[in-house]
């Protein structure tokens, strides 16, 4: 059962393009369902490494590439099919960018080996995820999905807003060791 955590973490990202297909195609009742699939492999993967023990390097970079994946794209179709506002996916890709951008110098200019996400960064993701369902859900025509659409918005706002500085911070504050230890 070793495999499980990163079978668990591969099912999201080959649910990634079916998702975003069933989106374009205005398919959110399908979409709908098939994301909440996702957003519980996200949660099961992690629990299973801990719970099997068996978590390993591999499973350390998949998943956070699964769901940047995931995530990206959702942002992306959702401004497409005018979901979200243009601004909102600029933010979400912009910050993911911007940490994948920090590790990579981390990596080649000092001896940082190891970016973990932070609270606000995991809160950020699982905001993003549970909005993308009440977005899903909305247009499929849930009533009370519909209503919640504006806090969705502005919690990812919010956050993504807020894990990017603290991703800047913290970054800065690791490099500022880093050279210190040079």
């Known amino acids: 059962m070793a495999w499980l955590p990163n079978l668990l973490t591969c099912s999201r990202i080959f649910l990634t393009p079916v998702i975003i297909w069933a989106i374009l195609a205005g398919r959110c009742d399908l979409a709908l369902p098939v994301s909440m ?4 492999t996200d949660a099961a993967d992690g629990y299973a490494a801990r719970r099997l023990g068996s978590g390993t390097r591999l499973g350390a970079w998949l998943d956070p590439i699964a769901d940047k994946l995931l995530l990206t ?22 910050r993911d960018v911007l940490i994948l951008a920090m590790a990579a110098a981390g990596l080649m200019l000092t001896a940082i080996r190891d970016f973990p996400p932070s609270i606000w ?15 899903l859900a909305a247009c499929a025509g849930f009533d009370l999905a ?11 706002t919010v956050l993504t807003a807020w894990s990017g500085i603290h991703y800047i911070w913290r970054g800065l504050v690791m490099f500022r060791a880093a050279r210190e230890i040079v």
């Open 121 to 135: 960064g995991k809160l950020s993701t699982v905001i993003q995820i549970v909005a993308s369902v009440v977005l």
């Open 146 to 156: 519909k209503s919640l659409v504006p806090l969705g918005i502005l919690l990812v």
């Open 37 to 40: 699939v996702a957003g519980f």
């Open 73 to 94: 794209s959702l942002y992306i179709s959702f401004a497409i099919v005018d979901l979200v506002p243009d601004w909102l996916v600029w933010l979400v890709v912009g």
